[in-house]
């Protein structure tokens, strides 16, 4: 019988690990160093904030695994023999494979600040990030969290529950000024001013210094602010965690190179997740795609390959979702924060400050291309159609109650869009 | 900010203060059966109850006694029922039934030599002229003359006269005798406590419930500046004493299960709870008392309207939840509670028009079909109105909305695990093993109360309408009361109130709509297989966190469907409406839309490779 190791339990390596098992009788092996059990990483903030505990983060039940003989190895991999197809672990026991995938995920970036390995500096990634969290979180006086992106305001809600200060480093001139235009980036600073954070923007965290027990006590930004604090959360980013391939002969850049049938350069090993990089990027995705459902459907495809039923992993329209403190925000299709020079958008906003979309759709064609969505809900469904269908912004305009996904009784907002829609461009024929 | 925090700790300290004072209430007082009391308590009975309980009373030097706690003196009553009971049946005996004497002369006159002769010619020369007595035994024992029985062993015909006459006693009694159950010992009781709360219950009942009132309030209120952005805000509920199964939570689950049996089991300790209530009670009808029913029912809208204004603002951003929460709060208030203190003073049965059967158990049990009947058309119509609800409404609605239009926007249980159950709708198992323990007492439950009905509703026709066949009021050898009685206690008082709400902070709000409501059990099934419900999972956007299955209140495990991208269909599903709330990232809607598709496993999401999913979502 065929085996198959898995390193990395997250959502890649456990999608995979279940469909191969639907599709087919072959010993699957999953090793991790972080936890025993699969749980999602997306809801370790709620632990902290009290919403859950911590088994209530796996989606599968315990005895999950055995029933589905999928074994899990709870060991961290020293590195990876692959002219044996073997994989040598921290207690140097050898694991054979037949198939190897690497879906290790990520790891925090640091870029080379002075004190960035102190006690009291962490990154908010693994589960052993939150234990350390926590035992900081006692008597912490503020945190200082650098980086605007999503995994920053995250940790910047969970700070807040339980009254800790936070000072908030941007390195643009608006919050994740890279992904969201002017309008939502504004919007979510206004309500993350509203939450007492102190946001500083066009700022850059110089090094962090330490007290006499080499705990950080204060950061010093490029302009040369000073802010004390017991907490520092590097958020920059993450990229993938691929140092114990050193030397294996697997082919790597920043990620694990893979083609797009997710294969490396060794034949019986593949990388999906975080920690692939593919060799020329998937139309405007990015060559390492670090997010939840990239890793699942990285996972759905090749389990089809490594039964047989080989497949490009070929995902369709882009999509994504974040809830920033309490407003949500869902995108499909591409809105670009500078608009190509093809694109044109569209955007209306609630005078609440807190309800936003932003249309992008082609100049000339006037085909739909994207939306962001802040404050409403909308059909995953709807818009997958739209976009794969081609409509028109028109369609979309007059169309957008089918997309609403918020809860009954909920206020609609469909009309006063198509109204703006209508006044700013009279000539179309909505 | 500062005061604000101060404010909310003397709400707080307000709160938890009434709730001392409110336990501290049923030690307040003493008890004494005085004459007034026993006059008072038995009006409805004949004078010579009165008297002669005043009698016994007096001998046993009870009459006056001043006793300080409700449990010695319910032991008094107790035992004083019994002598009660023993003497007035020995006084009705020599009064009108058959003494020893007699007994014996007519065994010396039957049996002669061995042989056994028993006619009315035997009662005729032992009683004289005595006809009333004559009546009486020849009534009972003709099928005994020799004429119509041969006893062949004088120990047979000793033994069915001996029997016969015991029951002629004990039903020349039964007219005087008092019951030794909890309404004849609440009654006593309520009539028996003396003290400040009876003097002032006014005062009382704003140090009870107008403290608690207000405190609760200033707490929840102030909590509004405190989390003053609108959202989920659900932080340290696990972190907290009160919401993990702390032992603020240890303190609550005692307190409310020794609500729950004092309530249903033992009323006559907590009158004093019930007298300061009176006041309220007498709104409705002047003079009228409270009894432990009206104690619970003004607790109830107390606790729903106190924490339905706590989900009012805990939910401002979600108008599903605030219209469901004004559901439930307006059926409560108007039809489980008003309107069964109004209509009786229309002569009209004082019963809750929104229950529907089988959650309403005793819907169609003799007393109260008779209690209809009597009512006139109105009465009537409201019978109809009940039968109509439960087998044309309900199915109709369910099909259209899904069980939900009862179970959270209706029901006076659904109401009260939506309001005050709130803060413990996290705690409910969401394990595999739950799932499988929950199918195995809510359908078994549903079957019982289908035979109860199926027995009780037979002998009720027969008393109704055609009395010479109700016999021993039995169908399929089940005694139509005895099952009754069975189930009220076991489902009614121990299942629905005991462990379904007394249990909140430990198995959360919903053990008993999850694991025993019956009337939850048969919406469930047309909601599984006959209806326009879901909970719509959108596309590929779960994220797996888990929020849905911690916070849903029937411990479905939505996450398990969601991050599938397979919509919710459940029978157990009460379309609360919080797994929608809490998702962060959108994915859950409650719908109410076409069968097709309702039902869709997915075995690839939506946003990944078109021909594979076309591959396999169609296989």
């Known amino acids: 019988m065929e085996h198959i190791v898995i390193i990395g339990n997250g959502i890649s390596g456990v999608t995979l690990a279940r469909h191969i098992r639907k599709n087919s009788d072959k010993k699957i092996t999953i090793v991790s160093a972080e936890t025993e059990f699969f749980f999602s990483r997306t809801a370790l903030m709620y632990v902290y904030m009290g919403h859950m505990k911590f088994e209530h983060t796996q989606s599968y039940e315990n005895h999950f695994w055995k029933k589905n003989r999928i074994d899990l190895v709870f060991k961290r991999v020293e590195k990876v023999i692959s002219t044996e197809n073997s994989l040598q672990m921290e207690d140097n026991s ?146 993938p965690n691929i140092d114990f391939l050193k030397g294996s002969g697997i082919e790597t850049n920043k990620g694990v190179l893979v083609n797009r049938f997710l294969e ?97 759709y082609h100049k000339e064609t006037m085909e739909f291309l994207g939306i962001n969505i802040f404050g409403i809900r909308m059909r995953h469904e709807f818009f997958d159609k739209v976009l794969t269908e081609k409509k028109s912004v028109d369609f979309v305009i007059e169309n957008l109650k089918q997309a609403n996904f918020d809860p009954e009784f909920y206020k609609h907002y469909e009309k006063e869009i198509a109204s703006q829609f209508k006044n700013e461009f009279p000539t179309l024929k909505t | 900010m500062k005061n604000i925090k101060t404010l909310r700790l003397i709400g707080l300290i307000l709160f938890i203060a009434s709730v001392f004072i409110f336990i501290v209430t049923l030690f307040i007082g003493s008890y004494s059966l005085t004459e007034l009391v026993i006059k ?181 209120i102030t909590g509004l500046f405190l989390e003053p952005i609108a959202g989920i805000k659900n932080n340290g509920i696990y972190l907290s004493e009160a919401t993990n199964r702390g032992w603020v939570a240890l303190f609550v689950f005692g307190f409310l299960v020794s609500f729950y049996i004092l309530l249903y089991f033992c009323p006559y300790y907590i009158v004093n709870w019930t007298n300061i209530v009176d006041p309220l009670k007498s709104m409705f009808k002047e003079g009228e008392r409270a009894s432990q029913w009206f104690l619970y029912g003004i607790l109830y809208c107390v606790s729903m309207i106190v924490m339905g204004i706590r989900m009012f603002i805990k939910y401002r951003h979600n108008s599903y939840q605030i219209v469901r929460t004004a559901s439930v709060l307006f059926f409560q208030i108007i039809f489980a509670f008003l309107l069964v203190e109004i209509l009786p003073l229309f002569d009209l049965p004082g019963v809750d028009l929104k229950n529907a059967w089988p959650l309403d158990y005793n819907f169609v049990t003799d007393w109260n079909v008779k209690q209809h009947l009597d009512a006139g058309h109105l009465g009537k119509f409201m019978f109809v109105w009940s039968v109509i609800l439960s087998l044309i409404v309900v199915p109709v609605m369910v099909y259209f909305y899904g069980k939900r239009w009862y179970c959270s926007w209706v029901c006076g249980c659904g109401g009260l695990a939506e309001t005050l159950g709130d803060p413990y709708r996290q705690l409910s198992d969401k394990r595999l093993i739950a799932w499988k323990i929950e199918r195995w007492t809510i359908y078994p439950i549903f079957v019982f109360a289908i035979i109860m009905t199926i027995v009780v509703g037979y002998n009720t026709y027969n008393i109704v309408y055609n009395p010479s066949n109700v016999g021993d009021s039995t169908l399929f050898g089940i005694n139509a009361y005895k099952i009754n009685e069975i189930y009220g206690f076991l489902i009614g008082s121990i299942f629905a109130g005991v462990i379904g709400t007394g249990f909140y902070p430990i198995l ?109 979502n169609q296989k």
């Open chain 1, 94 to 239: 050898i694991l054979k494979y037949d198939k190897l995938v690497i879906a290790a995920g990520s790891k925090s970036n640091k870029f080379g600040w002075p004190g960035q390995d102190l006690k009291g500096v962490l990154g908010l990634y693994h589960k052993q990030d939150l234990e350390v969290l926590e035992d900081l979180s006692k008597n912490a006086k503020r945190a200082v969290i650098v980086g605007g992106g999503l995994i920053g305001i995250e940790l910047a809600e969970m700070l807040l529950t339980r009254n800790i200060p936070v000072t908030f480093l941007v390195r643009e001139t608006n919050f994740w000024g890279g992904v969201l235009p002017e309008g939502e980036a504004k919007l979510i600073g206004r309500h993350m001013l509203e939450h007492h954070i102190d946001l500083r923007f066009e700022t850059n965290l110089k090094e962090i210094i330490s007290d006499e027990n080499g705990r950080a006590k204060a950061i010093v930004t490029e302009k040369g602010d000073v802010i004390e604090c017991n907490i520092v959360g590097l958020t920059v980013g993450v990229s």
């Open chain 1, 264 to 360: 490396t350069n060794i034949s019986n090993i593949y990388a999906i997740g975080d920690c692939a990089e593919q060799h020329e990027a998937i139309g405007y995705r990015k060559n390492i795609e670090a997010v939840w459902y990239t890793g699942r459907m990285m996972g759905e495809v090749l389990a089809q390959t490594i039964c047989g039923n080989k497949m490009q992993y070929n995902p369709g329209h882009w999509f994504n979702s974040a809830k920033f403190l309490d407003i949500e925000y869902q995108t499909y299709g591409w809105v670009w924060a500078k608009p190509k020079s093809y694109e044109k958008q569209f955007y209306w906003e609630h005078k609440s400050g807190k309800i936003a979309i932003r249309i992008s």
């Open chain 2, 508 to 616: 959360g709000n919903r053990t008993w709509c999850r694991f025993g409501c019956p009337l939850a059990a048969y919406m469930g099934i047309i909601q599984r297989f006959k209806s326009r419900f879901r909970i719509t999972t959108n596309g590929g956007q779960c994220i797996s966190c888990g929020n849905c299955s911690t916070y849903c209140e029937q411990g479905i495990d939505v996450r398990a469907y969601a991050q599938k991208g397979e919509n919710i269909v459940r029978a157990s599903c009460v379309g609360c409406g919080v797994c929608s709330a809490v998702c962060p990232r959108g994915v859950l809607k409650l719908e109410n839309a076409s069968e097709k598709g309702r039902i869709n496993p997915n075995e690839i999401l939506l946003g990944n490779d078109v021909n594979l999913m076309d591959l396999l």
């Open chain 2, 40 to 220: 008072d308590t038995f009006s409805s009975k004949s004078e010579r109850v009165i008297s002669t309980f005043t009698k016994v009373a007096k001998e046993r030097g009870v009459l006056g006694k001043e006793i300080g706690n409700p449990f010695s003196f319910n032991d008094e009553i107790t035992s004083l029922l019994e002598e009660y009971n023993a003497k007035i049946t020995k006084d009705i005996e020599i009064e009108k039934g058959l003494s020893e004497e007699e007994i014996n002369q007519i065994f010396e006159k039957t049996i002669q030599g061995g042989k056994i002769s028993y006619s009315k010619a035997v009662l005729e020369s032992v009683f004289q002229n005595n006809s009333d007595k004559i009546k009486l035994v020849d009534e009972a024992t003709n099928w005994m003359y020799s004429s119509t029985k041969n006893y062949g062993k004088a120990a047979d015909f000793k033994n069915d006269f001996t029997n016969k006459i015991v029951d002629i006693n004990r039903s020349n009694a039964q007219e005087f005798l008092l019951y030794d159950n909890k309404y004849t010992k609440f009654d006593i009781a309520k009539a028996a406590v003396t003290g400040p709360l009876k003097e002032n219950k006014k005062g009382y009942l704003f140090l009870t419930f107008g403290l608690g009132i207000i405190g609760s309030l200033v707490f929840i």
